[in-house]
């Protein structure tokens, strides 16, 4: 499994960690397609759109220091988008704005950037305070995001046209700080999140935004389950694992009927660190950071998952 408290250290040190439905569960073997891959650097956490592709990466001189880039997806010029010496993480596109989020001495915040004229700008105002603001995507109509501070995690959705915010999902914190939320996605109508409550005990949530109903995906007995990311009708993409780095890992989907398929069978000694979904008019393109435990290192990959006739 990824480690329940890897994302956290990650950002603040800048280093790269039930049963079954009884509706059935289907199985598929998906194609891998690396997106970015060099052997020389760390590439993770990517995010895409129709047109654009954000990730973040290191240097092979600079290997602490994380910054996000954009590229267009035809290829072209390869662009940092956060400033000098602070780090960046994606975050997801809406036409040509990105949101994503920037870590800059010690402090975590959301920042808004046009990939066409390569500006920067702030989020709506009362997203960003003194608390660690993190794992951020948006639609149209809604900004989600984490809010970790205070002695808990918290999932917050923002209405754009409301300008309200409202509190969906938390976690209280524990002793050996391995309680967390990681791998918030909006997507359409519809939120997903990893809820962890201790180091081996990840399960992933669910929200329809309409019906504000929230469910958990089941967990089969002895696995961990994270890496949560959605797709626009309600389709869950996620990780499932033991309790090691690179235990028995798959990627799979929960359907909004109950239906849980395998999509992708790892080798042992490799995990998947975050997953993030773009859901096109044929299919879901499921983005994952595939983690090599004993090397230390990640490449970012996708599959792509066929939508329903």
């Keep these: 499994m990824r480690w329940s408290h ?4 990650l950002l603040s040190a800048g280093l790269v960690s039930g049963l079954l ?11 891998q397609v690396p997106v970015k891959n060099n052997p020389f650097v760390n590439e993770v956490y ?21 910054a996000l880039y954009s590229q267009l997806l035809t290829g072209g010029a390869v662009v940092r988008v956060n400033p000098e010496r602070t ?9 040509t704005s990105l949101i994503y989020q920037q870590v800059n ?6 920042r808004m950037y046009d990939l066409g004229t390569q500006t920067r700008s702030l989020p709506p105002a009362g997203i960003n305070t003194s608390a660690w603001e993190y794992e951020v995507s948006m639609t149209p109509d809604w900004i989600l995001f984490v809010r970790s501070g205070g002695g808990s995690d918290r999932v917050m959705l923002y209405d ?16 050996a700080r391995t309680a967390a939320i990681y791998d918030a996605q909006v997507n359409g109508q519809f939120a997903a999140w990893t809820r962890c409550t201790s180091r081996f005990s990840c399960q992933v ?3 329809d935004l309409t019906s504000q109903l929230t469910t958990t995906v089941p967990t089969k007995v002895g696995k961990v389950d994270y890496a949560a990311s959605v797709g626009s009708d309600g389709t869950v993409f996620y990780a499932r694992s033991g309790r090691a780095c690179g235990a028995a890992v798959r990627l799979r989907s929960y359907t909004l009927a109950g239906a849980d398929s395998l999509l992708v069978e790892f080798k ?15 299919a879901d393109e499921v983005y994952y950071s595939k983690y090599t435990c004993k090397a230390f290192h990640a490449d970012l990959y996708k599959v792509s998952s066929p939508l329903p006739n």
């Design 160 to 175: 754009r046209a409301a300008q309200t915010f409202e509190q969906i999902g938390s976690v209280p914190w524990n002793h």
């Design 268 to 282: 042992n000694g490799v995990d998947v660190q975050s997953t993030n979904t773009y859901s096109g008019t044929t």
């Design 205 to 207: 949530k669910t929200r």
């Design 21 to 31: 439905a009884t509706a059935g569960s289907a199985q598929a073997a998906l194609t």
């Design 105 to 110: 001495r010690g402090q975590s915040d959301i």
């Design 6 to 9: 890897v994302r956290r250290v």
């Design 46 to 66: 990517g995010a895409a759109s129709d047109t654009w592709l954000v990730f973040t990466r290191n240097s092979s001189a600079h290997p602490r220091d994380y």
């Design 87 to 95: 780090r960046g993480y994606p975050g997801s596109i809406d036409g």
